[in-house]
């Protein structure tokens, strides 16, 4: 709880600069989802990081008021990992989108779901690269011919953000809409509490490059179940997908990286290490 015993409102973990979002972009309720979960849970401004990367989606820690890290392209994974095993006791939170995360930051996205580090990863889903003027990304539809790089489509299979998570061992697995933000505010709540990495495929609308995407208010729905503890049951429910069902899809914790250890052991022989690299490059 904040030291001054008042409640913080979602509009108080806002900043004062106006997002230069397009109108009716999803990104804005994915702000406003962050917020609230924020304020659900009263956590400390000081204490929270907002770590990203690159691209439309990558601007949000700017409209916030907590500490912020603006990165570079497809790094704000091992940034939010190293923060989060170096201050443990921070709530870190990765953001990004489609282009950013999965492809050039495909690699750390692998890894993060493998180490469990404590954080969370809401990736922004429009399917496209909507900072640089509408280009297909590793999601876009095989059939998206509306760039001009590729006026046939890709016709490359989608990246399956849910099921890679799966498969590369992240414990924290779902997929929110930006069109129903309370909801995308519950999870999000959600992943901050849970031990472990946290990931959140936010479908998140970029209504001026995939103005088709508005569609989505009638497609996705939540899933049917609860979320599963069982590996084999959420790859089936992934798989039986259309990739427009929203819900938590997998919990199952499991031990996170080692901080523990980091802070008993590593930490005690920061110091030696340095040292002895000092007299090795001594002249
Ligand atoms: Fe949002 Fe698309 Fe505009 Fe970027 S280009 S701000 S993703 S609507
Ligand atoms: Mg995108």
């Known amino acids: 709880m904040p030291s001054d015993n008042i409640a913080l409102k979602p509009k108080d973990y806002k900043s004062d600069i106006k997002p230069i979002w397009c109108p009716g972009c999803g990104h804005y309720s994915v702000l406003n989802a962050i917020t609230k979960a924020m304020s659900a849970l009263q956590l400390e401004k000081r204490n929270v990081a907002i770590i990203s990367g690159i691209g439309c989606s990558s601007r949000l820690p700017a409209y916030t008021d907590m500490y912020g890290f603006h990165g570079v392209h497809g790094r704000a994974l091992p940034v939010a990992t190293g923060l989060a095993v170096a201050r443990p006791e921070l709530t870190v939170i990765a953001v990004g989108g489609d282009g950013d995360g999965f492809s050039i930051g495909g690699n750390h996205f692998l890894h993060a779901c493998r180490r469990n580090v404590n954080f969370v990863y809401i990736a922004m889903d429009n399917e496209v690269y909507g900072m640089t003027k509408g280009q297909a990304s590793p999601t876009s539809p095989p059939d998206w011919d509306h760039s001009k790089l590729a006026p046939h489509g890709t016709q490359i299979k989608p ?67 609860e979320a599963t503890s069982d590996s084999v049951v959420a790859a089936q429910r992934i798989h039986g997908d259309d990739g427009f069902s929203a819900g938590v899809i997998y919990k199952n914790p499991r031990p996170c990286w080692p901080v523990e250890q980091l802070d008993k052991t590593a930490r005690s022989h920061i110091p030696d290490a340095v040292n002895a690299l000092g007299e090795e490059f001594r002249l």
């Open 159 to 225: 990246f399956q953000p849910a099921a890679i998570a799966l498969a590369s061992g992240a414990s924290f697995i779902a997929r929110a809409y930006s069109g129903k933000p309370n909801a995308m505010a519950k999870m999000i709540s959600e992943a901050i509490e849970f031990p472990g990495f946290a990931f959140i495929q936010a479908l998140s609308h970029c209504i001026t490059f995939c103005p088709e995407q508005s569609q989505w208010k009638d497609i996705v729905r939540p899933f049917d179940e």
